[in-house]
Structure formats: structure tokens, C-alpha cells
């Protein structure tokens, strides 16, 4: 528990009571919607104590409580303790989710409070509609937490940089252009962007503002005839990319000002923007004379759709990447083996250390995870100097990590058998590995969405009674976000949009398994969408794995695995082998063909 919580608490209920704010909600949320965030944004980590990416919180004068998915239960209950904070599961049967508990306990004539740059005009709607329900009411003008936190971070200043050319592919005049012919369709006069991931792809700029990701804080207007403003803080451009950015029709403002442009904005304007990505503190700038179109930005499936030569870095860069992680694990196991002590933390240095030396490396895709035993039931677990475990020559060893290239974005997990393991580990491993190779084989007809597909991953698990809690798969960014749409493989959600997997999307592949106090297993390999064929009853697509790096098979049961499952775990590994053996020497080349060897 963070010791100043309850300080924090209180005076954020003081705060509440001055401005006669009965509620007051803080979601993890920037003015860019985005999943990891600058420190400047992180109130809901600052007031809690809770250190997990997704959570919100909701305080009134008697109650605090903090909404979190499976992921984070067990983290949640142990960063909550002692803090007055009560840990509220999302998604769990009979339990209410954040919306429903604000319309249970607020009154009529009450107020619940949220910061307009952390909340979506989307979202906002939907909770003022349903306040207006109790007769309650919504306030988005007062940053309550803002209000109390006096040492808040800054904005981060960091420089912004040109994505490579040979590695963009595609000009900044080139996407404009795709996206003016879109905007065009949907006869939209202006064009607001406000998330990150969307920009940094347009614009061909990379960034490094928030952790892992290599984007940067930012808007952009687009004129559908005429020019673009990116609105960017001072200084993170240099004077030459000012020019580069000008003579492709991109002026540059002030970060703060994207508000005064749009009120600029009149009758005979049509503004096309996402209300799930653009906050209500923005879009709350446009007057009631100018026409909204409110539809995805045409970007999102632009970027999401890679092409052929953007695939053709991305292989490259899965098999430095995979040469990378042989050498790390080599290292490891031979350390082991060798009785030197070993933690957690000497894995993500191991991966650091080998990725880092690899050519274009930029950095992490995320936090290495690396957790043994216990800690690898916790799905996002994260070692840190103060709390991990050392290393011992018995049991499974998850580690779920990933880097960020100039040509690509990797994440991966492996678990690995540190020594000796028992017959319901091998088991657990091994149905896991049957759902992941069950999906990753899946031909499926287009127009298919993840929702459908989720429950191949899960059948294994199902028929033994298990599951786990988190989707199955995401979509990846190339040289961008490692969590990217608009695709996703998750169970269905009542009224939740079904997106088509489409040929050149890329997306992980990760059922998993969580045995709380005990261990966790998951497998990973990223897999983009191909045509597979056509046939009488259409056209039929299907993965292509990318991800190149052995799986452990002293973690597998081989006798719960069919034909059809040892073939396609040995043709993996024969891949593999071809692909990284050029890659390497000596002993990592021994270990490679040690652990790419036929079952």
C-alpha cells in the first residue's frame, strides 16, 4: 500500500465537498485515450497506489472503490491493502460495474465529477444519459485531482523524430492523400485526430512520450483541400522537420490551442472525428453551427492493414528478435545450470541486453514481464528491486516480453521449464499450446471477427473445466503500439462491434492459464491475416505465424497432442530452425537445434 493514499483521499473528499461534488471518477485516461500514459495523466496510479494499466476509480465521501479485470486481481488486493480503497471486480457475475454502482448509490440533485481531458464525448454522453436516469448530474469542467496534486508532472518535452523512409514506405504526402479521398466520401470538410498511435502513422513521425510507445502527444486537423496543423508542444520538432513537415502541407501550433482552432470552425464546415478517441474537454471546443461527422477515423484501418513490403520488415525483424531471445534464454539456462543466482530481474536485463545489440532496436514494446512460479498467475506482473523472486532449477518460468524496431513491433511469450515440473503443469502447458495451435491453423471465411474465432483458443481449456480472463489476442502496430485496433480476438460483448480480420492485420495469438499461488501459463506468437483460398462459398483467409523462437517442450505433455497438433508444432520448429540458424553460433546454435528438435 502507498502510505499517503489515505492523505490523498482526504483531501480529494475535502476538494469534493468545497465544489458540492457528491462523486468523483478518475479512469486512466490522457486527452489522448491512450492505454499506457505520461505520468502528467496518471491520478488514478498517484491517488491509489494502484500500479496496473487499467483501472477506475470512483470516491464519494463514504466510499472509495477501484474497478479492475482479472488481469490485475490479485495485484489490485495485495497495492489496495490497508489504503480504504476497496477492490471492485469488473466482469464478475453479480458484481456491478462502475456505472451501475454511481446509478445504485447517487442521489437526485447529485453531482459526479470527471476530468474532460480523460474522458471520451462518446462515454460522456452515455453517463450523462444514464445519471439523468436518477435524477443526478455531470460535471466534466473540474479536475478534482488536479486540484490536490502539487507536485504533478510536467508534459513530457521529448524530441520527436522522421520514421526512416525505407521503412515508412509510404510519404506523408501519400497517406494525406489516402485519407483527403476518404474524408472526401464521407464529405467531410476537416478532419480531427487526437490519438496518438493514428497521428505518429500519418504523419511519419515517432515520438517517445509515453513508455514503450513510441509515439508522441499531439493533434491534428486535417483540410480536406488544403493543409494539415499538427498542434505539438514547442520544441519537440526541430527546425529541419518543421521544414521536411511544411513542404508536405503540415503547418505546426501550439499543443494547448487545438481548442481555439476548432471554435474557429463555422456553418459551412463539415468536421469528421471518432467520439470514443477525441475527449470532451476537446470536442466540447465546437460550436452548434458546425456539422459533425462522427464515424472511425479512416486512419485506424489504414495503419492496421499492413503491406506487403511493411510484412517483409516485420519478418526481418521477427527473426533478430528470435535470435535475440536464444541467445538471452541460452544465457540463462546455462547460469542456471551453472548454480549462479538468478532473479526475475536478471531475465528482463538478459532480453534488454540482447535485443539492444540487435540492428534499428529502439527500445521495450512494454514491461518485460518475467514471472516465476506464483508470479506468473499474475498476468501483468511486473519484478521490480524492491519485490521479485530468484530463480531456482524446478518449475515453469513465464516470460512475456517484446521490442520495438524500426520495422516492427514484437511480443512474445515463452514458458520455460527450469527443471524439474509436475505431471498438472506439463498438462496445463500443454492444453494451452492445443488452443493456441487450434487458432493459429483456423481458416475462416472474410467478414470473420475475432469475437467468432476466441473460442477455438478456449475449447482445450473448456473441456477440462477451465479458462482464463483476458482476450486471446490484439492487434499490433508496426513500429507503434504493441496494443493496437481496431481488431481484436476476445469472447463476444453484448452490443460490441464485431471488426473483420482482414488480410495484412497482424495480431497476437495468447490463450493462457492462471493458477493463483501456484503458477500461470501462456504462449504467444503474433500471426498476420493472409488469403488462404476460394471456394463455392466464398472467399477463406488464415494466419500466417511470425514470431520466431522455440517453445520450451520440456513444459509439454507430447502424448496430450494429436497428429495434427505434433505436425504443426514440428513444422514450427523446422521454420524456426531455417529462419534463425543463419542467425547464430556456437552454442546459441546448439541450443537452437537442441529445442527445434521433432518431438
Known amino acids: 500500500m502507498d502510505p499517503t ?11 469534493m465537498q468545497q465544489h458540492k461534488v457528491a462523486a468523483c471518477l478518475i479512469p486512466s485516461a490522457d486527452p489522448h485515450l491512450s492505454e499506457y500514459l505520461p505520468e502528467h495523466w496518471q491520478a488514478r496510479e498517484w491517488l491509489s497506489g494502484f500500479t496496473g494499466s487499467a483501472g477506475t476509480l470512483v470516491v464519494t465521501a463514504t466510499h472509495a472503490g477501484l474497478w479492475t479485470d482479472s488481469r490485475y486481481f490479485a495485484q489490485a488486493t495485495q497495492e489496495l491493502a490497508g489504503s480504504g480503497i476497496e477492490l471492485m ?25 470527471v476530468a474532460g481531458d480523460s474522458i471520451s464525448l462518446g462515454t460522456a454522453r452515455h453517463l450523462e444519459y444514464q445519471l439523468e436516469s436518477i435524477g443526478a448530474g455531470l460535471r466534466v469542467d473540474l479536475d478534482l485531482p488536479g486540484l490536490i496534486w502539487p507536485d504533478r508532472p510536467a508534459l513530457p518535452k521529448r524530441a520527436v523524430v522522421e520514421h526512416a523512409p525505407r521503412y515508412a514506405i509510404l510519404s506523408r504526402a501519400d497517406k494525406l492523400g489516402r485519407l483527403r479521398t476518404a474524408m472526401r466520401k464521407l464529405e467531410a470538410t476537416h478532419h480531427l485526430l487526437s490519438s496518438l498511435d493514428d497521428i505518429a502513422w500519418l504523419t511519419n513521425l515517432r515520438g517517445s512520450d509515453v513508455e514503450c510507445n513510441p509515439v508522441f502527444l499531439a493533434h491534428l486537423l486535417v483540410q480536406a ?16 522537420l518543421v521544414a521536411a513537415l511544411a513542404a508536405d502541407g503540415i ?23 471518432d467520439g470514443s478517441r477525441v475527449v ?18 479512416p486512419t485506424t484501418l489504414f495503419k492496421a492493414r499492413k503491406s506487403e513490403p511493411e510484412l517483409d520488415h516485420v519478418r526481418d525483424v521477427m527473426r533478430r528478435d528470435g535470435a535475440a531471445l536464444v541467445r538471452a534464454f541460452r544465457r540463462l539456462e546455462e547460469r542456471l545450470t551453472a548454480g549462479m543466482t538468478q532473479t526475475e530481474l536478471d531475465v528482463d536485463t538478459l532480453l534488454r541486453e540482447e535485443r539492444s545489440a540487435q540492428p534499428d532496436f529502439v527500445g521495450e514494446s512494454f514491461a518485460t514481464i518475467a514471472g516465476y512460479q506464483a508470479n506468473g498467475a499474475l498476468p501483468h506482473y511486473r519484478a521490480t528491486p524492491e519485490q521479485h523472486s530468484a530463480l531456482k532449477a524446478q518449475g515453469l518460468l513465464l516470460v512475456d516480453s517484446g521490442g520495438q524496431y524500426q520495422g516492427g513491433t514484437t511480443d512474445i511469450t515463452r514458458v520455460l521449464a527450469l527443471g524439474e515440473t509436475t505431471a498438472e503443469q506439463r498438462r496445463d502447458s500443454t492444453l494451452v499450446m492445443k488452443g493456441m495451435i487450434a487458432l493459429s491453423r483456423a481458416r475462416f ?71 493463483p499461488g501456484r503458477y500461470g501459463i501462456r504462449h504467444e506468437n503474433l500471426a498476420v491475416v493472409i488469403e488462404a483460398d476460394k471456394t463455392e462459398f466464398g472467399e477463406f483467409y488464415a494466419f500466417e505465424t511470425l514470431t520466431l523462437c522455440p517453445f520450451d517442450r520440456r513444459a509439454l505433455e507430447p502424448g496430450l497432442l494429436n497428429p495434427e497438433e505434433r ?30 528438435a521433432p518431438l
Open 280 to 297: 470532451v474537454a476537446v470536442a466540447g471546443a465546437l460550436t452548434s453551427a458546425v456539422r459533425t461527422i462522427e464515424a472511425t477515423n
Open 567 to 596: 505436425a504443426w508444432l514440428d513444422d514450427y520448429h523446422a521454420t524456426v530452425r531455417a529462419a534463425l540458424a543463419p542467425l547464430l553460433e556456437e552454442a546459441d546454435l546448439v541450443w537452437l537445434e537442441r529445442h527445434c
Open 89 to 113: 471486480k469488473q466482469r464478475v457475475a453479480h458484481a456491478p460495474e462502475h456505472l451501475e454502482w454511481l446509478q445504485q448509490n447517487l442521489l437526485t440533485g447529485q453531482t459526479l465529477a
Open 445 to 515: 471465411p472474410k467478414g470473420a471477427s475475432g469475437p467468432q474465432l476466441d473460442a477455438l483458443a478456449r475449447a482445450p481449456l473448456w473441456a477440462s473445466g477451465m479458462d482464463y480472463g483476458h482476450g486471446t489476442g490484439h492487434g499490433v502496430g508496426y513500429f507503434l503500439n504493441v496494443h493496437e485496433g481496431p481488431q481484436g480476438i476476445r469472447p463476444p460483448v453484448a452490443g460490441g462491434s464485431l471488426v473483420p480480420l482482414e488480410p495484412g492485420m497482424i495480431s497476437s495469438i495468447e490463450p493462457g492459464l492462471y493458477k
Open 5 to 15: 493514499t489515505p492523505v490523498k483521499l482526504a483531501a480529494l473528499r475535502q476538494a
Open 251 to 273: 503547418r505546426i501550433a501550439d499543443y494547448a490551442t487545438v481548442t481555439d482552432a476548432l471554435t474557429e470552425l463555422g456553418p459551412k464546415d463539415h468536421l469528421l472525428f
Open 225 to 240: 483541400e488544403g493543409h494539415a496543423t499538427l498542434f505539438i508542444g514547442r520544441g519537440k520538432l526541430s527546425d529541419t
